[in-house]
């Protein structure tokens, strides 16, 4: 079940230890967009760089690029993000107040059933089967009757005066140019995957690529979230990881159903349970698309997107086609059952897609535990403490010198210069030593070592384990070598 309730203390949390502030904060924050810290940058680069290593290491035929955010503007208009990018929003005319409109009612729904009156959770059901239906038919005079019928009210006026239901496009646009007639209206990416499919000829040929293959990519993309909530659920400002993989056309549903099984596999291959992930069939396909599945997880908000799995047909390319007037085909060399070759044409794509501050949330969430116990003298003890998969976690091992003289940090600095070449170490030599154990826990370190007197006797130090606070000696010469193994478990 998620708990709601750790949310607060897991955002507060996060700010406290390095790992998210919001942006620019010493001028009271911007909406929707926050700072990855010393700890929150260095987890997600683990997991971009475990999410490329997947991608282009793992799979002989999968490569990686890095285009540009600005494209040609022709660009957004061929991928149909200029006339179809929008959603329908709703005002409040009391408030002024502008609601995505299945957010407003999804919202209702969700109190509805956490009234968990009689009958209650029945009628959230029934308002999200018609809302569903009704944002496939593009109905938006049946999504405004949806809305009054249920008297949903706007959070601050506390009244049901809504405007009319009406489309809007989520892509920043600016402009590009010096002089400002000359200027050239460009836009902030709202999705990676463009860069990928007009790089699609130049990878294939200098790559000599041959179909099935896929072209990978990591980067900021950009939307004007009407409604940005939930922490760095929603932002305007976002990085996806995103996979392009060409196929012939025919075959699609079978790379589709190949790389859903895939990437529910990763997400459980990164420390994910499998009961936080669920698959979720998409009612209304996007405009490219002919089949469409989201991966779920368990947020401590409730169930939402992670990533996005999307047969996107032959359109993109297609349309790239159209609007360049350049070819985009590939020549299959292969013989088909009647011994003919394939000969040209536009490969069909399957695309996952999944957003890394996203699944930083997801891993933090699950990762973050208040935990109390009784000593053995009947007190009360606690902690809060990141159990973030050592693998991904910012900081791999602490190094710490139980006091500050009698030659213990020299020894502990040496341990620092042997360990720090093969993965992240963190040296602290102040306050008393339960004190810095709690430090790395709230951090999310999986291992500390603490260099004491007797070290210098028998050159062996304590390890502690993070997880289960179990403390063993092992050689002061083990100590790379063992915590480089854990880290790679
Ligand atoms: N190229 C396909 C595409 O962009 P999408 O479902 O709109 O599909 C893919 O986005 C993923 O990007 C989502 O599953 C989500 O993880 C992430 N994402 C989308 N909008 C986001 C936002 N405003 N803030 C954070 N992540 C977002």
Same mark, same amino acid.
């Given at each position: 079940?998620?708990?709601?309730?750790?949310?607060?203390?897991?955002?507060?949390?996060?700010?406290?230890?390095?790992?998210?502030?919001?942006?620019?904060?010493?001028?009271?924050?911007?909406?929707?967009?926050?700072?990855y810290g010393q700890n929150g940058s260095q987890?997600?680069?683990?997991?971009?760089?475990?999410?490329?290593?997947?991608?282009?290491?793992?799979?002989?035929?999968?490569?990686?690029?890095?285009?540009?955010?600005?494209?040609?503007?022709?660009?957004?208009?061929?991928?149909?993000?200029?006339?179809?990018?929008?959603?329908?929003?709703?005002?409040?005319?009391?408030?002024?107040?502008?609601?995505?409109?299945?957010?407003?009612?999804?919202?209702?729904?969700?109190?509805?059933?956490?009234?968990?009156?009689?009958?209650?959770?029945?009628?959230?059901?029934?308002?999200?089967?018609?809302?569903?239906?009704?944002?496939?038919?593009?109905?938006?005079?049946?999504?405004?009757?949806?809305?009054?019928?249920?008297?949903?009210?706007?959070?601050?006026?506390?009244?049901?005066?809504?405007?009319?239901?009406?489309?809007?496009?989520?892509?920043?646009?600016?402009?590009?140019?010096?002089?400002?007639?000359?200027?050239?209206?460009?836009?902030?990416?709202?999705?990676?995957?463009?860069?990928?499919?007009?790089?699609?000829?130049?990878?294939?040929?200098?790559?000599?690529?041959?179909?099935?293959?896929?072209?990978?990519?990591?980067?900021?993309?950009?939307?004007?979230?009407?409604?940005?909530?939930?922490?760095?659920?929603?932002?305007?400002?976002?990085?996806?990881?995103?996979?392009?993989?060409?196929?012939?056309?025919?075959?699609?549903?079978?790379?589709?159903?190949?790389?859903?099984?895939?990437?529910?596999?990763?997400?459980?291959?990164?420390?994910?349970?499998?009961?936080?992930?669920?698959?979720?069939?998409? *009612?209304? !396909?996007?405009?490219? /698309?002919?089949? %469409?599945?989201?991966?779920?997880?368990?947020? $401590?908000?409730?169930? &939402?997107?992670?990533?996005?799995?999307?047969?996107?047909?032959d359109y993109d390319l297609s349309r790239h086609?159209?609007?360049?007037?350049?070819?985009?085909?590939?020549?299959?060399?292969?013989?088909?059952?009647?011994?003919?070759?394939?000969?040209?044409?536009?490969?069909?794509?399957?695309?996952?897609?999944?957003?890394?501050?996203?699944?930083?949330?997801?891993?933090?969430?699950?990762?973050?535990?208040?935990?109390?116990?009784?000593?053995?003298?009947?007190?009360?003890?606690?902690? *809060?403490? !990141?159990?973030?998969? /050592?693998?991904? %976690?910012?900081?791999?091992?602490?190094?710490? $010198?139980?006091?500050? &003289?009698?030659?213990?940090?020299?020894?502990?600095?040496?341990?620092?210069?042997?360990?720090?070449?093969?993965?992240?170490?963190?040296?602290?030599?102040?306050?008393?030593?339960?004190?810095?154990?709690?430090?790395?826990?709230?951090?999310?370190?999986?291992?500390?070592?603490?260099?004491?007197?007797?070290?210098?006797?028998?050159?062996?130090?304590?390890?502690?384990?993070?997880?289960?606070?179990?403390?063993?000696?092992?050689?002061?010469?083990?100590?790379?070598?063992?915590?480089?193994?854990?880290?790679?478990?």
């Amino acid at each position: 079940m998620a708990d709601a309730n750790i949310f607060p203390a897991l955002i507060a949390h996060c700010k406290e230890y390095g790992y998210i502030f919001p942006s620019s904060e010493i001028y009271d924050g911007l909406s929707a967009v926050y700072d990855y810290g010393q700890n929150g940058s260095q987890l997600k680069k683990n997991i971009r760089d475990y999410w490329w290593k997947s991608m282009t290491q793992f799979n002989e035929n999968i490569v990686g690029i890095d285009a540009a955010i600005f494209m040609h503007p022709i660009t957004w208009k061929a991928s149909g993000h200029v006339d179809s990018f929008s959603d329908p929003m709703i005002d409040n005319k009391d408030s002024n107040k502008r609601y995505r409109v299945d957010h407003l009612i999804e919202g209702f729904a969700e109190e509805l059933r956490d009234k968990g009156g009689e009958g209650d959770k029945e009628k959230a059901d029934e308002i999200i089967s018609s809302m569903e239906k009704l944002i496939a038919a593009d109905d938006f005079e049946g999504l405004k009757k949806l809305i009054e019928d249920n008297k949903i009210k706007c959070a601050i006026s506390k009244t049901c005066n809504w405007t009319d239901i009406r489309q809007f496009n989520l892509m920043f646009s600016t402009e590009m140019g010096s002089v400002a007639e000359e200027a050239n209206t460009i836009y902030l990416r709202p999705e990676t995957a463009q860069g990928i499919f007009v790089n699609f000829l130049n990878v294939q040929k200098t790559g000599r690529m041959k179909i099935p293959f896929g072209i990978a990519q990591t980067g900021k993309a950009f939307r004007n979230e009407i409604v940005a909530r939930q922490f760095i659920f929603r932002m305007r400002e976002f990085e996806q990881m995103e996979m392009q993989f060409f196929v012939r056309p025919g075959t699609q549903m079978e790379w589709y159903n190949y790389w859903k099984a895939e990437r529910l596999k990763w997400h459980e291959s990164i420390g994910i349970p499998a009961e936080k992930l669920k698959f979720h069939d998409h *009612v209304k !396909l996007a405009h490219y /698309a002919d089949a %469409a599945v989201d991966i779920e997880f368990e947020f $401590p908000f409730g169930w &939402k997107e992670l990533e996005g799995i999307h047969s996107r047909t032959d359109y993109d390319l297609s349309r790239h086609q159209q609007f360049s007037k350049k070819k985009l085909q590939y020549f299959d060399n292969d013989l088909k059952e009647d011994g003919k070759p394939y000969g040209n044409y536009i490969p069909y794509v399957v695309e996952t897609s999944v957003g890394l501050d996203r699944l930083v949330l997801a891993i933090l969430s699950i990762a973050y535990q208040e935990e109390k116990w009784n000593k053995e003298d009947g007190t009360e003890d606690s902690r *809060v403490v !990141l159990k973030i998969p /050592a693998k991904l %976690a910012p900081v791999k091992l602490a190094i710490l $010198p139980l006091i500050k &003289k009698d030659g213990l940090p020299e020894i502990a600095k040496q341990v620092m210069s042997d360990c720090k070449q093969s993965f992240q170490c963190f040296y602290e030599e102040k306050d008393a030593i339960g004190k810095r154990y709690r430090r790395m826990d709230a951090i999310g370190t999986p291992f500390c070592v603490t260099i004491d007197h007797q070290t210098k006797e028998d050159n062996m130090v304590t390890i502690r384990y993070r997880d289960t606070m179990a403390q063993e000696r092992i050689a002061l010469s083990d100590v790379r070598k063992i915590v480089s193994k854990k880290v790679e478990e």
